[in-house]
T-cell receptor, first 118, second 111 residues
Framework: NAGVMQNPRHLVRRRGQEARLRCSPV?????VYWYRQLPEEGLKFMVY????????ESGMPKERFSAEFPKEGPSILRIQQVVRGDSAAYFC????????????????FGDGTRLSIL | SQQGEEDPQALSIQEGENATMNCSYK?????LQWYRQNSGRGLVHLIL?????REKHSGRLRVTLDTSKKSSSLLITASRAADTASYFC???????????FGKGTKLTVNP
């Protein structure tokens, strides 16, 4: 069984460019979460999505950042007009449908995309 | 601010010794989870303990939860060099799907 797949593993962008990060959840999982991790720090929640719906985007900056999880295809985290402060590791996690809600299940993480801004 | 705070920030032990990591949190929770992260990799789920549980075991792992003190501990017994990694606690609060992570404990097990 394939786990959470993220690509690319490493992404280099110049200031002002766009970054697109992709995440394919575990097959059958309908909850997707994006987190950001700075060096020597824990993960910070950004956004929680279900198919075609953003459920909680309380951790996402209001400008330049957007996320989607379409009916078909991977979830995308998009950062427009990147700045140096966007340099970080971005992790995607997924969990299955749960009557208790996704947070009552362990989350399955991908290996992340390391974004570097020149 | 971080919900979970791990203690210590770094821990270095010899193979065969036990490693204990602590986590404190601030608000009421549905459950608390421990994850492990090897350098350059994603997080791997280790164990989930619900708010109505006090202790849980999984192989060489033992987790305790004290909701009155808002704290948890992770014990790794008979450590191995392969246990070298960062360990994070994460809390899930009622009504929210997101996990809130601490800054982690960096464990080094020397062969």
């Amino acid at each position: 069984n394939a786990g959470v797949m993220q690509n690319p593993r490493h992404l280099v962008r110049r200031r002002g460019q766009e970054a697109r990060l992709r995440c394919s959840p575990v097959k059958g999982h309908s909850h997707v979460y994006w987190y950001r991790q700075l060096p020597e720090e824990g993960l910070k929640f950004m956004v929680y999505l279900q198919k075609e719906n953003i459920i909680d985007e309380s951790g996402m900056p209001k400008e330049r950042f957007s996320a989607e999880f379409p009916k078909e295809g991977p979830s995308i985290l998009r950062i427009q007009q990147v700045v140096r402060g966007d340099s970080a590791a971005y992790f995607c996690a997924s969990s299955p449908i749960s009557l208790g809600g996704g947070s009552n299940q362990p989350q399955h993480f991908g290996d992340g995309t390391r974004l570097s801004i020149l | 601010s971080q919900q979970g705070e791990e203690d210590p920030q770094a821990l270095s032990i010899q193979e065969g010794e036990n490693a204990t990591m602590n986590c404190s949190y601030k608000t009421s929770i549905n459950n608390l989870q421990w994850y492990r992260q090897n350098s350059g990799r994603g997080l791997v789920h280790l164990i989930l303990i619900r708010s109505n549980e006090r202790e849980k075991h999984s192989g060489r792992l033992r987790v305790t939860l004290d909701t009155s003190k808002k704290s948890s501990s992770l014990l790794i017994t008979a450590s191995r060099a392969a246990d070298t990694a960062s360990y994070f606690c994460a809390t899930a609060q009622g009504g929210s799907e997101k996990l809130v992570f601490g800054k982690g404990t960096k464990l080094t097990v020397n062969p």
